[in-house]
């Protein structure tokens, strides 16, 4: 017997080993942790099994593979917090869009989880950009009957995903619930911004006296509620302040009532939009509300947003708000990775540099509760290796490792523009004849 148990450890011990993830030691890089180990002008990282182990000066160690980063600067993966990566791959084409729902029988309960598509093109290119891990959101449709429908306010269910293309790629699944209030793709979402409101305290009432009523409510022995059971199911888990609620909202009043929403119904609140956010700062910082934003929105692109200023990030900072960063609003789920750009303007625009790199990665991670963000031991291993300064638009990234595996950072545009420079390929503008 003890024989069969000696070769049965022994199985499982070389199991073990052949299943173990490959150590990577990054050498001699300027490293920005975002923690409180803080940042190193040249320090090694040592990765082991996924996982980051060591950061110290000069570490004489063994391992797998070795990076050399000096003349590097070396940082968490950016997150993106806002996205709708693999559910869209052109949004004018209805073939490739799935990240909205229509119809009227779905709002809180829509859960885009099952059209998620791992292999999307967008995904590979983000990933260049330097970008591991994002938040996926779906959205709603503004633009009438024939596509959707302006009355809902909101979007559905939420995951995450680490960035490596593989089927296994979503790390987390409700997130955040998603609401529309106010302006939104040129119309107002719920008709109108009083409709959105009333809209959406009638969803959180309802929401609790189902939780109170479970029984009666699913026997039909209950008054008629606007709400499905679906829905209503959704929208426990915001109740009971397990998720946040997700509110665009740009408007500094409009921000007001939110904050002022959230502690009626006890919820985890945070702002995405947030154009007016540096008058309402104090308040945002004294309700513990974090925000999501646009850091180069500074145009009064509509009536909401007549307040939009490019220190928004710094102000809003400075009251002790925790301020994370998406990209431009334009190019909110195809370039993702612009995020560092906007970080960097509002770096120059007076935001902390540690601050702009943790908008956008640490202050993510934080705000959602997922992993990434930071490099101390036993954080996740997002790391990129950058050519430069992360956010000058001049650097890009040379390693991208999720996980502590190395990422290929080919894309279908590298692929173009490869096959298309060589002459071999044909003649003229690369075509074969």
Known sequence: MNKVLLICALILGLGAGTAQAESVLIKGGKVHTLSDRGSFESADVLVVDGRVQDIGLSLDVGADRVIDARGKVVTPGVIAPVSELGLVE???????????V?????????????????????????RAGGVTRALVFPGISLWGDSVGNPQRVFA????????????????????????????????????SRASAYAKIENALEEAREYRGNKEAIRRGDWRELNHSIADLEALQLLIDGKQPLLVTADRASDILWTIELAKKYDLKLVILGAAEGWMVADQLAAAGVPVVIDAINNLPN??????????????????????????????????????????????????PYEEGLKSISANVA????????????????????????????????????????????????????????????????????
């Not at 949004?91 to 909205?100: E, I, K, L, Q």
């Not at 229509?102 to 983000?126: H, Q, R, V």
């Not at 302006?183 to 008709?191: C, F, K, N, R, S």
């Not at 509509?302 to 220190?311: E, H, Q, T, Y």
């Open 156 to 191: 559905g269910r939420s995951f995450a995903i680490k960035l490596n293309g593989d089927f296994d790629s979503v790390v987390a699944r409700d997130l955040a619930q998603k609401a529309y209030l106010g302006e939104a793709g040129g119309q107002l979402a719920g008709g």
């Open 366 to 433: 934080e705000i959602f509760g997922i992993d990434g963000g930071s490099l101390q031991p036993g954080a996740v291993a997002d790391i990129v290796v950058w050519s430069g300064d992360p956010l000058e638009v001049t650097s890009y990234p040379e390693q991208v490792l999720i996980d502590g595996k190395s990422q290929s950072l080919v894309t279908r545009s590298t692929r173009l523009r490869d096959r298309y420079l060589k002459p071999e390929q044909g003649h003229g503008f690369g075509y074969k004849f």
């Open 90 to 100: 052109i949004g004018a084409a209805s073939a490739t869009n799935d990240y909205a």
């Open 302 to 351: 509509s009536f909401s947003s007549l307040g939009a200023r490019l220190d928004n990030a710094a102000l809003m900072t400075k009251a002790g708000v925790t301020v994370a960063i998406s990209g431009p609003e334009y190019a909110s789920t195809h370039n993702v990775y612009l995020a560092r750009q906007s970080a960097g303007n509002a770096v120059a625009s007076g935001l």
């Open 102 to 126: 229509t119809g009227e029988s779905i709002g809180s309960a829509f859960d885009p989880l099952p059209a998620y598509n791992p292999k999307s093109t967008l995904i590979p290119f983000n």
